[in-house]
């Protein structure tokens, strides 16, 4: 039983790397790989706002003073949509979900007013990790909660056209099912080979537990399984 417990828990961890990894591999992805699987929205009245959904990413995010959008790094006609047809596409842990950031979270990282905001979530088969942005009017008015690489990463990794910004904050219950998802893959195989295992033992007369020899008794004289 406890043995089980740890094979549980050993499989939930690798899951669990795995789950981040791939988060983090979209995240790595160049814009003109995103392009190919993209959808986009904008909201054309104000603030702007731009919903981006592509295979393993989505990205929200809403301008204040420019008529510039994401959609449009993407190369791409956006597809314009009113209120209530963008906010179908939000999802409820984000801060989208409840009003438009640039009205509830005026303030910027610098106490200027807020012009750019966004959310960005990476994971597949769910969403499982984002991180959030905000711009004030100032260059250095800037507050990220992805992790901060060293300029040196990051200027390596912007020179072979990746990005560099990774997501370090959990969705759930995205996180928990691409988790169990993961864990699961890597177990059915351990599994079937387990079962098999068991399977011969018992055809040639040997414990499927230990593989000693079992003799009358139904239960096995070395183990002490059934
Ligand atoms: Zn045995």
Redesign the pocket.
């Known amino acids: 039983m406890k043995r089980r417990a740890t094979k549980i828990v050993l499989f939930l961890l690798l899951g669990a790397i795995i789950n981040v990894a791939v988060a983090w591999l979209f995240a790595l992805r160049p814009w003109s790989k995103v392009q190919e699987t993209a959808r986009s929205y904008v909201r054309s009245t104000k603030p702007r706002t731009t919903v981006i959904i592509a295979t393993g990413e989505l990205y929200l995010g809403q301008y204040g003073g420019w008529a510039w959008s994401e959609a449009y790094v993407l190369n791409e006609t956006p597809k314009f949509v009113d209120d209530a047809q963008l906010s179908s596409h939000f999802p409820y842990w984000s801060a989208f979900a409840h009003g438009d950031p640039l009205v509830t979270q005026s303030q910027s990282p610098e106490g200027s007013r807020l012009w750019q905001y966004d959310e960005t979530a990476f994971g597949w088969p769910a969403y499982s990790l984002f991180y959030q942005s905000a711009h004030g009017n100032g260059p250095s008015d800037r507050s990220s909660t992805a992790i901060a690489l060293p300029d040196s990463l990051r200027q390596l990794l912007a020179r072979n056209n990746f990005r560099f910004e990774f997501p370090r904050t959990p969705i759930f219950p995205g996180f928990a099912i691409n988790t169990i998802f993961y864990g699961a893959i890597l177990w059915l195989p351990v599994a079937g080979l387990g079962a098999l295992r068991r399977r011969r033992r018992i055809k040639r007369g040997l ?1 499927p ?2 593989a ?1 020899p079992l003799g009358e008794s139904d239960v ?1 004289t ?4 059934a």
């Open positions: 414990c537990a230990c000693y096995c070395e183990c002490g399984k």
